[in-house]
């Protein structure tokens, strides 16, 4: 096993080709993460099913992505960033252009799966293409790249609802069709990616899984972007149950939680290149910052209070991000991309897993409350990663 201690890294010098490349395969196969949301009652109609069924449309896309963090991984250590980034979204202009034929929900599913290896990949491959500069450089790259697909899920929330009278049901397809096919050019024409070629599978899943770098790393990434999804998908109902808000209010300060990430994934790779040695204090402080901001959500005490709450969640869940991605790549330099995978599976994982088991929490008593309170302890419990993270 390689070790995983590495000397700090250095400022380093950001590369605006790769950056931009990484950043437009982000921007593709983010689209495809909230477009379906907005217009999620009129799909319904459409394909004559329950909201709970359409419900599963972004499940699937979630599943297809965890089983292909560590293949894609490997794929992008075998034949370079570029290439991969290239089938993601391809993947994404191929399944969005089928879903726009009239169909039924199972074979709708299945294609949103495909979707989802094209948003895996995609993810990978964006992460490891914008890394293209050395040092503390990779951590403000990552950090860029992060709060430019984040900010792509935002525009797919905005701009889809508004497509709804020329393009009817059709509109969250044909939008991640039309983004898919005017990045993929643009990505072609980037700088080339190295990938070591032959047929070397690279390190196994278990390895990666028990390197304590890449744990440490993962938990980090899990009360970061794993708990934020989480809470984006019940931050509403909970404010409508215990804040007494319409749908309309709740939605707005929900949407702070994950629409603030613009903000703070690029502030923390920003902040991290500037200060590398208060990596660690920034970290701690964005732990406490989103613990704090689910405490005063579970309180609920009122309007003005629930939106800085909101938030206070989005920044702090976005300042790790970079440091995350940019301490995978150097904890296994050999195979970055399987790093990064490995790495990722934690977030996904909590997501797929924890989204169910917090909304099941409103049918108990506290009505949702005993489900943030999990998700509060959980991300200051995180603090304890810190002491042994090379960072």
Known sequence: MVSTATAPATRGELQTRPLVAGCLIGVAISWNIANVGPVATLLARTYGTTLTVIGLFTTVLFFAELAVMVPGGRAIDRHGAKRVGLVAIALSLIANAALMLPTSPVPALALRGVA??????GFLSGAIYAQGGTGQAQALAGGIYGGVSLGTGGLALAIVPQLVGPLGWRAPYASAAVVAALTFPLVAAGPPTPGHGGRTRGPRLASLMADPQLARLGVVSTVSFGISV???????????RHDG???GPAGAIGSLILLLGIVGRPAGGIFVRAHPHLARPMLAASFLAG?????????????ALDAAAAALIGVAA???????????????PEAPG???GAMNIYPVLAIVCGAPLVGLTFSLTGRGRIGFAVLAAMWS???LVLKGLDI
Do not use: K, N
């Open 338 to 340: 399987a790093a990064v």
């Open 230 to 240: 989480i809470l984006g998908a019940w931050v509403v109902t909970l404010l409508e």
């Open 116 to 121: 989802g290896l094209g948003v895996g990949l």
């Open 291 to 303: 613990t704090l901001g689910i405490v005063v959500l579970f309180l609920a005490p009122g309007t």
């Open 381 to 383: 419990g995180a603090l």
């Open 318 to 332: 976005g300042l790790p991000f970079g440091v995350t991605l940019a301490g995978a790549t150097r904890a296994r």
């Open 245 to 247: 808000l319409h749908a």
